[in-house]
């Protein structure tokens, strides 16, 4: 290759000058700019000799000179500026770690696929020689069998210094974050290898830490088990002093490698030392390599861009291997209680872009539903799989920016944390009179009318409001008088906490007709929604106790004359209507024993045929089978991921017939 990447930096620190001598020792770039917010800073020029200085990171990335960007700032800064980057059309070399956390990192990765556009994670010491000389010991057996890998990764700043990167809640300080990830990368990287494959993910991780003042890691340590077995021992530090040496320990000898990350020596050369111990005697190999340590990752990267791929090749960081290291870096932290104070609704404010939540406007159409004072999005988002605010806000900014307001919580969902993720995010964005909040309660074993109140008041102290927009009972519980039931949420309704429709979650159609028989009776406030499972798949047995379809003929034939509203959960049959199920396939228990029979694969079948003709997938055709209803028919999605939602999404592409929907029934 003659042609060379352009590479501009944003952010001039140290590490951004260790990235400017990689540059100038590659073969594939060159160094054309770097950007900073203040372009008369002290020693600037000197650092960075004869290389234009932009001011400002927007500049940076506006360049038509620029081919691709190096990002240097802080941690914190780190998804923001590479997600702009994509939306810039850069591509991006992102300082370790790439986020600070999976979620954000997933959220990086997916802006640099709808993109097009290259990102990768900088773990330098991956591209260097000596990693791929470790990888060809461990599987030609140089050792054996490996069985145990300690490493470590330690230094100390001899002091408590609470406004430094090292230690500052605010900048995402401590040694997990900032070193952590190159033992634990190592680890990961030497049990694939042991595997056959690029790397390996743990399936267990155990990890602890002293904390400091400001919540953060002065020292920590964790224990990764893999799936063969092997048990890697990792720790990190900024106030110790660690031996930092990497040992593979295996039947039939150990591997030393001193000071991994510069393959034994600094940030400009490392040689590579590698200590073989077998029988009693020790063979010291080294790769001699004199070229500056960084610019094997700048030339790996700038390959992969000019040949127009997305991520580094290994042994450097796939985005599966980012994603993977991030994981195992979230449960060290989770289990050593460290919450960066930046990672708080109170101080995540904005995006994860760093700008003001957007309007709610985008694919996400609006309809009205019955008994409902305000618009609501087609779908409603279901989010209980989040456990912190920085990771839940993603989805839930996200969802508001593509149009949807319909937000599905619940009493019992993560123990009341899916209540208090809302809360914050709505109290954090201003959005809860654009919302429509959906709030269940009375749920089986609890499911009694003095409950319904009781649950209702923790409920709204959780969520920071007065009201919800629609309520439904959980669970029915047919021992208890239906009127007691319509009774105790008729008082919320008059007591301004419930402002919408009313109704159950899993209620038969015989006791929600004996629920509106009540109500008129009484003149009470009738019932006007359900939740109940409906899909293009008919449930056979139910998924969880207590559950109910709507999905049979006679059913859908109530609601349709009825005209009740219908909120459906698993609406695309959990996986039914995915590779993962099939008439040959077994091995799923659930599936097989909820969704199995022919009259469902028949469905499927044609979904399949449809989606093939529209350009689609068969979970898009279920979906808008949904939404394509004679009676008011809301849908619940509960994607995981950005990439998820825009899935999801794809399905109001496709307007169903009347004779569509028909077919795809009964053929």
Request: net charge negative; glycine share 10%.
């Amino acid at each position: 290759m003659t042609e060379k990447i352009r590479w501009g930096i944003i952010g001039p620190g140290s590490i951004a000058k260790a990235f400017r001598g990689g540059v100038e020792g590659s073969r594939l770039g060159v160094l054309a700019a770097i950007a900073t917010r203040n372009p008369d800073r002290p020693g600037l020029a000197a650092d960075f000799p004869g290389v234009r200085i932009v001011k400002g990171y927007e500049a940076l990335l506006a360049d038509p000179e620029i081919d691709a960007v190096y990002i240097a700032v802080p941690h914190t800064g780190h998804a923001e500026w590479a997600i702009k980057a994509a939306e810039a059309g850069k591509p991006v070399l992102v300082e370790k770690p790439l986020a600070l956390s999976a979620f954000e990192i997933d959220a990086v990765l997916h802006a640099h696929r709808r993109a097009g556009t290259f990102a990768g994670e900088a773990f330098m010491y991956r591209l260097h020689p000596q990693t791929a000389k470790i990888g060809e010991l461990i599987r030609s057996g140089a050792i054996g069998e490996v069985r145990m890998i300690q490493s470590s990764f330690g230094f100390s700043m001899g002091r408590f210094q609470p406004q430094h990167r090292l230690f500052a809640s605010d900048l995402a300080g401590g040694g997990i974050l900032d070193v952590g990830g190159y033992p634990v990368s190592m680890a990961r990287y030497i049990a694939g290898q042991a595997l056959g494959r690029p790397f390996a993910d743990p399936v267990k991780v155990s990890g602890t830490a002293h904390l400091n003042a400001e919540g953060t890691d002065d020292w920590a340590a964790a224990v990764l088990t893999f799936e063969n077995g092997i048990v890697a021992q990792v720790s990190c530090a900024v106030m110790a002093n660690l031996d930092n040496v990497l040992r593979i320990h295996g039947s039939e000898g150990r591997i030393e490698v001193p000071d991994f990350w510069f393959a034994g020596g600094d940030r400009t050369q490392g040689l590579g030392r590698i200590d073989v111990l077998r029988d009693g005697k020790t063979e010291t190999i080294s790769v001699a390599e004199t070229r500056h340590v960084y610019s094997f990752e700048v030339d790996a990267a700038s390959e992969a861009i000019l040949a127009g791929r997305q991520e580094l090749a290994a042994p450097g960081m796939s985005w599966a291997d980012s994603l993977g290291n991030a994981r195992v870096l979230d449960k060290w932290r989770k289990d050593a209680g460290i919450v960066f104070s930046v990672e708080t609704a109170e101080k995540r404010v904005n995006t994860l872009a760093n700008r003001r939540l957007a309007a709610n406007s985008g694919t996400i159409p609006k309809r009205s539903i019955p008994g409902l004072g305000k618009q609501a999005s087609a779908v409603a988002l279901g989010f209980e799989d989040f456990r912190s605010f920085a990771s839940g806000a993603i989805l839930l900014d996200a969802f508001w920016e593509k149009g949807g307001n319909v937000f599905d919580t619940a009493f019992v969902y993560g123990a009341g944390y899916t209540e208090t993720l809302f809360g914050e995010w709505h109290r954090n964005r201003g959005t809860r009179e654009g919302s429509v909040l959906i709030g269940k309660g009375a749920h089986s074993p609890l499911c009694y009318p003095d409950v319904i109140g009781k649950q209702l008041t923790q409920s709204l102290d959780r969520l920071q409001t007065d009201y919800v927009d629609v309520y439904f009972m959980h669970r029915d519980n047919l021992e208890v008088p239906v009127g007691e039931f319509v009774d105790a949420m008729d008082a919320e309704v008059k007591a301004g906490r419930i402002r919408g429709p009313f109704g159950g979650s899993n209620w038969t159609q015989e006791r929600f007709d004996e629920a509106i028989a009540y109500a008129e009776r009484t003149g009470k406030t009738r019932p006007m929604a359900l939740s109940n499972n409906f899909a293009l798949a008919e449930m056979l047995d139910p998924i969880w106790d207590g559950c109910v379809t709507a999905s049979t003929p006679g059913f859908k034939q109530w609601l349709t004359d009825r005209q009740v509203t219908n909120f459906s959960w698993s609406s695309q049959a959990r996986g039914f209507f995915t590779d993962r199920a099939g008439r040959d396939k077994t091995d799923n228990e659930e599936l097989v024993r909820v969704w199995y029979n022919e009259q469902n694969f028949g469905r499927r079948d044609r979904a399949v045929e449809l989606a093939e003709k529209l350009g689609k997938s068969p979970i898009h055709v279920a979906l808008a089978y949904v939404l394509a209803q004679p009676f008011p028919s809301v849908p619940l999605i509960g994607p995981r991921t950005l990439a998820e939602l825009d899935d999801s999404l794809k399905a109001f592409d496709i307007q169903l017939t009347p004779d569509q929907v028909k077919w795809l029934e009964n053929g």
